[in-house]
């Protein structure tokens, strides 16, 4: 470990220039006093590191020196896929490797190309997760990662909204949507997907198993995702709806309410306009179509306006005495 830690503050020194004994421990996640050991060190076997002092003082590499021993290990080379994504290779335990991958790159490149890399890391990041939600909890992630790499099958406690149910799972591939995680797996003859934080708990099996002959991972998302998003939706909803409900839809109702919007009719003299919106099973298109309030009429069909009246009628009712 105090190897590969020596490297990689050498690396550092290299890429970036003079850098305090406070900067490096934040970057190497050691001690001030390790890091002036480590320099130590450094020094000891050659490397031509001094320190200036004073307030613009630091440590730098003398002479323009620079190492080649820019070798990635097999981790580090599997973690450079989430380059874009540091939180998603914490999250699977590759953080490290892929802090270690990423100064190897940078050693190994011209000056002028490393340092237009540095810039495009400081002037870009992606977020994968959405807005106004919380990271969902997924203390097992790290042990279905490991059974992917290792095509280890597993024995998994996992929650459905039916109840909790044990599988015998092959661990295929590993998404990440929208900030969740999920589990694509062959359980039995069928390949499947799980969400990971439902996931309870695992046991991984001796030996190894065989990976279906020709899976495509990235096939096998888009059709499951084409799968779930056809059964998602049960029918259409018809409803009239104020200028700012129209403008609204997108933001509630995504690329459903997105449609709807492109494809409203033209306004009446009101100004309210007729759209078609997909809706999910009866109850849930009840809750959401309350939520736009009395800017929205359901024009049909007749069983999801009754649906909707009769929900508003009972609310009417329960605040109709003040409290």
């Known amino acids: 470990m105090r190897a590969d830690r020596l490297l990689s503050l050498l690396l550092l ?36 590191v001094v320190a200036d002092r004073g307030p613009a003082g630091g440590f730098r590499l003398v002479g323009g020196y620079r190492t ?8 580090e080379a599997g ?20 802090a270690a991958a990423r100064l190897k790159l940078e050693a190994a490149l011209p000056a002028g190309m490393g340092e237009r890399a540095r810039r495009v890391a400081e ?9 106004f939600r919380d990271a969902e909890p997924v203390p097992h992630l790290a042990a279905v990662a490991d059974a992917v790499w290792r095509q280890r099958a597993l024995r998994v406690h996992y929650r459905r909204w039916k109840g909790e149910v044990h599988r015998e799972l092959h661990p295929l591939g590993l998404v990440l949507k929208g900030g969740v995680w999920y589990l694509v797996a062959r359980a039995e003859a069928d390949i499947r997907t799980y969400r990971v934080s439902r996931v309870l708990g695992v046991e991984p099996l001796p030996g190894r198993f065989e990976r279906p002959p020709g899976f495509d991972l990235a096939a096998v ?12 939706y049960q029918g259409e909803a018809r409803l009239r709806v104020s200028p700012r409900v129209l403008r609204v839809l997108p933001a509630k109702f995504g690329a459903a309410g997105a ?4 494809e409203a009719g033209a306004p009446d003299g009101d100004g309210w306009a007729e759209v078609t919106l997909p809706v999910e099973a009866l109850p849930v298109a009840v809750c959401d179509l309350l939520g736009l309030g009395a800017e929205a009429e359901v024009l049909g069909p007749p069983e999801l306006r009754a649906a909707v009246g009769a929900a508003a009628s009972a609310l009417a009712a329960r605040y109709a005495d003040g409290g």
Not at 123 to 131: E, I, K, M, N, T
Not at 221 to 232: K, Y
């Open 13 to 48: 020194l290299q890429n970036r220039g003079r850098m305090t004994a406070p900067e490096l421990a934040a970057e190497l996640e050691v001690s001030v006093r390790t890091v002036y050991r480590d320099v130590e060190a450094l020094g000891a076997s050659g490397v031509p």
């Open 68 to 75: 080649r021993l820019t070798g990635l290990t097999e981790d």
């Open 79 to 98: 973690s450079l896929v989430l380059a874009s994504v540091p939180g998603a290779a914490a999250e699977l335990g590759l953080g490290a490797d892929l």
């Open 123 to 131: 002037r870009f990041h992606l977020d994968a997760p959405g807005w």
């Open 221 to 232: 998302w888009a059709e499951t995702s084409r799968r779930l998003e056809e059964a998602r």
């Open 259 to 262: 449609r709807a919007a492109a």
